[in-house]
């Protein structure tokens, strides 16, 4: 449930460097303290010194199980989220690699009322959370929950920030350093997106869509521009959407050996890869509104396929019952550029020459799976 103080956001204006959706009157840059107390009721855990046990016992834990664990609608879009892929902590984070946790925690308890800047996941989340204008307050339909490994006490900086952003999350895990992807499956996640490329392999390997975001020191572009009011996502399609089958089979072949391979199934679906079930639940969400441009979601595969390799992919998809409203068969061309034109918010892929490439264009998350990243 959405706090209170929330408001619901419109399709106006802009700030900072996002130049994204915003609706609501900025308050000063000076903040007064969130009480943590007004997101109490909505499920805080602040978690110290037990974490690591609990995070010991979930990996213990049969996912199957897990996922029986949430309690979240069956039709609810969740999202988990570091607080270094929704705002630019890079300067703290040099500075707790450099001078260690006591400097760090030092630094963000004296700059708790300093606002932080947006990271690169930050127009993504507020474009998610865009999608619960017109819903009931009691029934959103996308929920962005944030999971940190600062403690409670550093992390007021990251509460704060979201307050002045006005951003409308409200759950939150703060696990002292531990790792945080235990918390994904309870609160029902369908999709996480960390800083942490280990806290990101955790969670692939414990069947959640999971996806390492660059953070902004070392992107050729800061958070990118605002172009479309609608959320776009753009997804690779071996190793991402489907399973690595067909890289293994090109990497260890060639392109004639593939070609070949996928000729002689185009009638038997593609097993599911990392991103299938976040695929079925952006589709689910996506089929609540108008098809072609009205509506607020837009997806694309953008993948090294071409034809004669694109048929599985289509009858794969059509067996799925899933839409992709775009599919780019580029056939070993530079993603990025085909990016740029399609506008995509996120685009998720499994290899690090293709995020090279989009990365100068667009945000993107990289899915450490499949035979690409052993
Ligand atoms: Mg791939």
């Known amino acids: 449930m959405m706090p209170a103080n929330f408001a619901p956001f419109h399709f106006a204006g ?38 690591r046990r609990a995070a010991v016992a979930a990996v213990a834990t049969d996912s199957r199980h897990n996922a029986a664990m949430s309690d979240a609608p069956a039709d ?4 988990a989220i570091s607080s270094r892929a929704l705002f630019d902590l890079e300067e ?53 929950i944030l999971l940190s490994r600062n403690s409670s006490d550093t992390g007021l900086r990251v509460f704060n920030s979201i307050q002045h952003h006005g951003l ?92 070949r391979h996928e000729r002689e199934r185009a009638h038997e679906p593609l097993p599911g890869g990392p991103f299938r079930g976040f695929l079925d639940a952006l589709h689910r969400l996506q089929a609540a509104y108008p098809p ?26 059509r067996e799925w019952g899933v839409r992709l409203d775009e599919a780019l068969f580029l056939g070993g061309r530079a993603k990025g550029p085909f990016l740029d034109v399609f506008g995509a918010d996120i685009f998720f892929d499994d290899s690090l020459h293709n995020i090279d490439s989009a990365r100068q264009h667009v945000a993107t998350g990289h899915v450490p799976h499949g035979v690409s990243n052993p």
Not at 15 to 44: E, F, N, Y
Not at 292 to 315: C, K, M, N, Q, Y
Request: hydrophobic fraction near 45%; charge should be neutral.
């Open 14 to 51: 802009c700030v900072g460097r996002d130049a994204g959706l915003v609706s609501r009157p900025q308050p000063p840059a000076r903040l007064r303290r969130m009480p943590l107390a007004g997101c109490s009721g909505t499920g805080i855990a602040t978690v110290a010194a037990r974490a």
């Open 76 to 79: 609810l879009l969740t999202v």
């Open 92 to 144: 703290s984070n040099s500075l707790f690699e450099a001078q260690g946790i006591d400097a760090y925690a030092a630094h963000q308890r004296s700059r708790e009322d300093d606002v932080l800047e947006p990271g690169i996941a930050f127009p993504l989340v507020r474009k998610l959370l865009a999608l619960n204008e017109g819903a009931p307050a009691d029934s959103p339909r996308v929920e962005v």
């Open 168 to 259: 409308a999350i409200s759950r939150a895990t703060f696990t002292s350093g531990a790792p945080t992807w235990p918390y994904i499956k309870p609160f029902g996640a369908q999709l996480f997106l960390s800083a942490n490329a280990e806290s990101v392999r955790g969670a692939l390997e414990n069947g959640v869509a999971a996806a390492t975001i660059l953070p902004a020191a070392s992107m050729a572009k800061a958070v990118p521009a605002h172009r479309h009011d609608q959320l776009r996502i753009a997804f690779d399609g071996d190793a991402v959407i489907f399973d690595d089958e067909g890289e293994r089979v090109s990497q260890e072949g060639g392109i004639e050996a593939f070609h």
């Open 292 to 317: 072609g441009e009205d509506s607020p979601i837009r997806t694309a595969l953008v993948t090294a396929r071409s034809a004669p390799a694109h048929e599985r992919v289509i009858r794969t998809l």
